[in-house]
């Protein structure tokens, strides 16, 4: 199949989502553009700030994108590629951009707080705990899976020894990154410069830290970039939004969007052909994975992740200038996720040879078949080039998604010992010094941390499964509230119902296979016996947390005003 063919269908159909469904859910749910948001009516200038749309849009996407879209649907490729696509296309248009808009939504009416507020106002103050814990438990395999990416995209030295120039270059400008967007947030927040100029003059810095990455690459071990990682992840969390995430994200935006712009025309004037096949049977090219549930879970962020709802609750909420900006910021940057996840297929599938998909890293996987195509029309020399910027884009993506995720981590712990218009700042005690935003952006470096030393693949398979499955949970609570406020809630229903069934599943194949493991006695601690402890503990949180809002929805509440 020729590869343009596959993009244009996914945009074409992707367009048509946003222009018709998107708009029929806004109008649907009521979004008023006249309401204050929470960013003016609780701004204190740490969490609550108003961000204008394209700067918010820039660190929206860049914290939900990490390397989902990319990892999910390359390695979901042993299917083929017509069931990934269409799981894309529908799964986003249908289950994400939902979930992602109506989380957003959900928090702008709930002062811009957690969906584990939702849920207490809801459902109840016991299903706000169990999905705090819920979310927790899967921001830090977060963490885990995408410190892990990281740390390789930055690590100076392959198994051999041999330095790895890609790597160095891309370690430079993403410490550069650093530097120039805590000066753009300080000139554009506290100067008031205005926002085209400087965001002009930061696109003409970005160039040249490219220049500068390529000069003077910095080697150093994946041991000492972990520690280095965790102490900036650890550090972008608990100073305000203005000095480095808004500004960092939306810096990091041009980048990203330039990269999917190159691989567009890389697939527009090439246009190779995609030798994998539409479709390699119900268990893979291998026979050894079913296609249910596991093509839904594997494909991650490229198509629903819970991860995203409670970015939109998390931070977005907390910055977005008017409610007419929730549907570009939620339900479009899910959509131009969903775009992204085609062009990782369409890499997997043009390296596909002689049967087998490559057995590349996925990152590596996509970057290799994007320089390719490059290559294919730019020249020989463009493929380094090329190469090396793209494993830069999805380094940035994952430490963008890094730092969010850390500090949303930060809000779910504090908020699970806070009662119902309870304020952290009236805690006194071992309640007061355990939510502490130092101490517990601590807790979930070292546990995150932890679970990264043995790279992400150990980590993935359960990431994928908690991911969705919080997902799942993301749309029961905004189900019930607008269950509750008497508006049209059924377009949740069946992605809700589908992916508990889906993740659930995968979760008990994921405890068999690993008690098979300890069966055998090939089992170790930081790979299955975390596994088990995770797996059996979500499962168990996720069941309860259905109980508790399948009863509520089943009251049919009043609408209430």
């Known amino acids: ?333 899910m959509l131009i996720e969903c775009a992204l996840a085609t062009v990782s297929l369409i890499a997997a599938g043009i390296l596909f040879k002689d049967g087998a998909l490559s057995a590349l890293p996925p990152t590596a996987v996509f970057a290799t078949g994007i320089a390719t195509m490059i290559q294919s029309f730019a020249g020989a020399s463009s493929y380094t080039v090329a190469y090396a910027l793209i494993i830069l884009s999805v380094s940035v993506f994952c430490l963008t998604s890094l730092d969010t995720a850390t500090r949303l981590a930060r809000y779910m712990f504090a908020e699970f010992f806070l009662k119902s218009g309870e304020d952290a700042k009236s805690l006194k005690g071992w309640k007061k010094f355990i939510t502490n935003p130092y101490f517990s952006t601590l807790i979930t470096v070292a546990i995150g941390g932890y679970l990264a030393v043995g790279g992400y693949a150990k980590v993935w398979p359960l990431f994928g499964a908690a991911n969705q499955l919080l997902g799942s949970l993301a749309l029961l609570a905004v189900a019930v509230w607008l269950g509750n406020i008497g508006k049209n809630n059924k377009m949740f229903y069946f992605p809700m119902a589908f992916m508990y069934v889906a993740t659930i599943s995968a979760m008990i194949i994921t405890l068999i296979s690993n008690f098979k493991i300890v069966a055998a006695g090939k089992a170790t601690f930081s790979t299955q016996g975390l596994q088990i402890i995770f797996a059996g503990l979500l499962v168990i949180l996720a069941i309860f947390l259905l109980i508790e809002g399948v009863r509520v929805l089943a009251k049919k509440k009043p609408a209430q005003a």
């Open 1 to 333: 199949m020729n590869s343009l063919v596959i993009l244009f269908i996914s945009i074409v159909c992707l367009v048509l989502g946003y222009a018709f469904y998107g708009k029929w859910l806004a109008k649907v749910w009521g979004v008023d553009p006249t309401r204050p948001t929470p960013s003016h009516t609780m701004a204190d200038g740490l969490d609550y700030c108003p961000a204008k749309a394209p700067v918010l849009l820039g660190h929206h996407f860049s914290s939900i994108a990490g390397a989902g879209p990319i990892n999910g649907p390359i390695l979901a490729a042993i299917f083929g590629w017509v069931p990934v696509l269409l799981w894309v296309v529908l799964g986003g248009i249908f289950f994400g951009a939902v979930q992602d808009f109506s989380a957003l939504f959900a928090s702008i009416r709930h002062k811009g707080r957690s969906i584990g507020y939702v849920i207490e106002e809801n459902i109840g103050e016991r299903g706000k705990k169990l999905f705090l814990i819920f979310a927790w438990l899967t921001l830090l395999l977060v963490v885990a899976a995408f410190t892990s990416i990281v740390v390789g995209t930055f690590n100076g030295f392959n198994a051999q020894g041999a330095k790895v120039p890609a790597n160095g270059t891309t370690a430079t400008i993403s410490c550069l990154f650093i530097v120039m967007a805590v000066l753009f947030g300080f000139f554009v927040y506290r100067k008031k410069a205005p926002l085209g100029i400087s965001s002009v003059i930061g696109v003409a810095l970005i160039i040249v830290s490219l220049v500068i990455g390529i000069k003077f690459p910095i080697y150093a071990t994946g041991n000492t970039w972990l520690v280095i990682v965790l102490i900036y992840i650890y550090v972008a969390s608990v100073t305000p939004v203005w000095i480095l995430l808004q500004p960092r994200d939306y810096l990091s935006s041009f980048l990203l969007y330039g990269m999917m712009i190159a691989a567009f025309i890389g697939v527009f004037v090439a246009h190779p052909t995609v030798a994998l096949p539409a479709f390699t049977g119900f268990n893979g090219i291998k026979g050894n994975s079913p296609l249910f549930p596991m093509l839904f879970i594997t494909v991650a962020c490229g198509a629903i992740s819970g991860f995203h709802s409670l970015v939109s609750s998390g931070t977005t909420a907390k910055q977005i200038d008017n409610e007419k900006d929730a549907r570009v910021i939620g339900y479009g940057s």
